[in-house]
């Protein structure tokens, strides 16, 4: 079971939402997509306006796992118009404060 912070997130993720989503972030908080780093709220809520634009997908949340107290990961299947059609992404996300701090999406 995922905590409220990324269960909220998730949803707000799918639906596109970047006002809930900027929510769940700490202030210093970082993602990694694709290889690239965003760093802070400015760099994250433009990673999150761009990400995956370019494509029509859907997403199936197909596993999810505690890694320790402070670190979950979150599997989803994607289905889409992308190089390669599928592909399964773990959202490997760290909390602290029941915010998250990092956010890994591999």
Request: glycine share 6%; hydrophobic share 35%; net charge negative.
């Given at each position: 079971?995922?905590?409220?912070?990324?269960?909220?997130?998730?949803?707000?993720?799918?639906?596109?939402?970047?006002?809930?989503?900027?929510?769940?972030?700490?202030?210093?908080?970082?993602?990694?997509?694709?290889?690239?780093?965003?760093?802070?709220?400015?760099?994250?809520?433009?990673?999150?306006?761009?990400?995956?634009?370019?494509?029509?997908?859907?997403?199936?949340?197909?596993?999810?796992r505690k890694i320790d107290?402070?670190?979950?990961?979150?599997?989803?299947?994607?289905?889409g118009d992308f190089p390669?059609?599928?592909?399964?992404?773990?959202?490997?996300?760290?909390?602290?404060?029941?915010?998250?701090?990092?956010?890994?999406?591999?």
């Open positions: 079971m995922l905590p409220d912070t990324i269960t909220k997130y998730l949803a707000s993720h799918t639906t596109r939402d970047a006002d809930t989503a900027m929510q769940s972030y700490a202030e210093n908080a970082e993602v990694t997509d694709d290889g690239k780093t965003y760093r802070g709220r400015d760099e994250i809520r433009a990673w999150f306006g761009s990400a995956a634009s370019e494509y029509t997908y859907t997403s199936e949340l197909i596993a999810t107290d402070t670190t979950y990961v979150a599997t989803h299947h994607l289905e390669g059609g599928t592909v399964d992404l773990d959202f490997t996300f760290t909390l602290e404060d029941d915010r998250i701090v990092r956010l890994v999406i591999a």
